[in-house]
């Protein structure tokens, strides 16, 4: 059976409080804050697959590789593209260690360098492009200090649903 999988890096419970603090301060917009423990921040997109058990031994393959890590977010802002935004994320600088990390995740599992650059952004919260018109607010320039310690990555399966996608852990892989 095929399954929609894809690459992230898991939120701990610290960081998802703080998020749910945040998300209530988006009460007044028409937003679909993302919940708790669907929270991450991808490093490879969602593809499909028929055979997860190949995907899970190649990416037992890649430990010891990095060293844990921190990620800091730094703001609040619309994205991906301010002028026609569909997202309100957490986003700060891409450390380097995650650019190694998701390009040694790309060259084990076959996956082609994306074009742009990569952000390092957490989802917080969904609505449609054409409702951005209605928002009492054209510009979300929040700043926060946010920092997750990372040890490990994920893989997970992503189910598409009417009221929005939902997420299960597949396989978790410490970096020690």
């Known amino acids: 059976m ?8 898991g939120v701990s419970a610290q960081l998802k409080e703080k998020v749910a603090d945040f998300q209530k301060k988006l ?3 028409p937003v679909r804050c993302i919940k708790p423990d669907n929270l991450h ?3 490879i997109p969602p593809w499909y697959t028929t055979n997860v058990e190949e995907e899970i031994k190649r990416l037992k393959s890649i430990k010891n590789i990095i060293d844990p890590f921190a990620i800091t977010f730094r703001e609040v802002t619309f994205g991906p593209n301010p002028k026609k935004p569909r997202l ?3 986003s700060g600088n891409t450390a380097p260690e995650v650019v190694t990390l998701k390009s040694k995740l790309e060259e084990i599992l076959n996956k082609k360098r994306e074009k742009r650059e990569f952000s390092t952004h957490l989802t917080i919260g969904r609505f449609k492009e054409k409702d951005f018109s209605k928002f009492p607010i054209r510009n979300l320039d929040e700043k926060i200090l946010w920092e997750e310690k990372v040890g490990s990555f994920l893989l997970m399966e992503s189910r598409l649903r009417i009221s929005g996608a939902s997420y299960e852990k597949i396989l978790e892989v410490s970096f020690r």
Not at 2 to 9: D, G, L, M, T
């Open 41 to 43: 921040v991808t490093l």
């Open 88 to 90: 309100i994320w957490a």
């Open 27 to 29: 009460s007044y917009l």
């Open 2 to 9: 095929k399954k929609r999988v894809f690459v992230a890096i």
